[in-house]
């Protein structure tokens, strides 16, 4: 069926480091969600992204989206403490199954060492 | 706070019981999503209901069922549980879903589930 895939699986950095998260799809897709969580928290939507190579930016983070639709990656300038959580992509489903479903990578967890 | 509220926080049971897990979701919204995380498997779409009906499924076992009433609120309901059922089990909720567009997904804080 319809994957996403994540890695890495784990990073860690110093504070002031930057971080990169990638998502790939086995297949195009419509649009791509990016979700924070928290330590012991819930997942939070942080942006969406629709159009073919679209890039968005919220302060430090940048977000993008393949010209294929089908990867988009998550970086984080210089790290903060309170960039701890795991940040998961998400991806609508296309085809059979999976279709209208948000697919969730698996996620990056993140931790920053002050 | 994300306006979505789920019920109980925390749960403990055995083997071979049945639980329900409550979600009531953000004032206006009205599909709710039901997932399931536990710690090797990231977040597993179990369920979505629309407006009242089933509108997809994911990856919910046989042993588990769920429902949304018409006052929007919906409840999963787990039965036979197992071991491996013990999970974090999180309700999301959004206006609305079409086929090609998503709207954000806002989750609650989730039901911690431990099956002894």
């Known amino acids: 069926g319809q994957q996403v895939m994540q890695i890495p699986q784990y990073q860690h950095v110093q504070e002031g480091e930057d971080f990169t998260t990638y998502c790939n799809s086995s297949?195009?897709?419509?649009?791509i969600q990016w979700y924070k969580q928290r330590p012991g928290g819930h997942p939070v939507f942080l942006i969406q992204l629709v159009k073919s190579g679209e890039v968005k930016k919220q302060k430090r983070l940048t977000f993008q989206f393949g010209e294929a639709k089908k990867n988009s990656s998550l970086h984080i300038t210089a790290t903060q403490t309170t960039d701890v959580g795991t940040y998961f992509c998400?991806?609508?489903?296309?085809?059979?199954?999976?279709?209208?479903?948000?697919?969730f990578g698996k996620g990056t967890k993140l931790s920053v060492k002050p | 706070d994300s306006g979505v509220t789920q019920t109980p926080k925390h749960l403990i049971t055995a083997t071979g019981q049945r639980v329900t897990l409550r979600c009531s979701p953000r004032?206006?919204?009205?599909?709710v999503y039901w997932y399931q995380q536990s710690l090797d498997q990231g977040l597993q779409f179990l369920i979505q209901y629309y407006n009242g009906e089933e509108r997809a499924k994911g990856n919910i076992l046989e042993r588990f069922s769920a429902q949304q009433f018409p006052d929007l609120h919906s409840e999963l309901n787990l039965s036979s549980l197992e071991l491996g059922d013990s999970a974090l089990y999180f309700c999301a909720s959004s206006v609305v879903a079409s086929g090609s567009y998503t709207d954000t997904q806002y989750f609650g804080p989730g039901t911690r589930l431990t099956v002894l």
């Open positions: 998400a991806g609508l489903g296309g085809t059979g199954g999976s279709q209208g479903n948000l697919i």
């Open positions: 297949t195009t897709l419509s649009n």
């Open positions: 004032s206006g919204d009205l599909s």
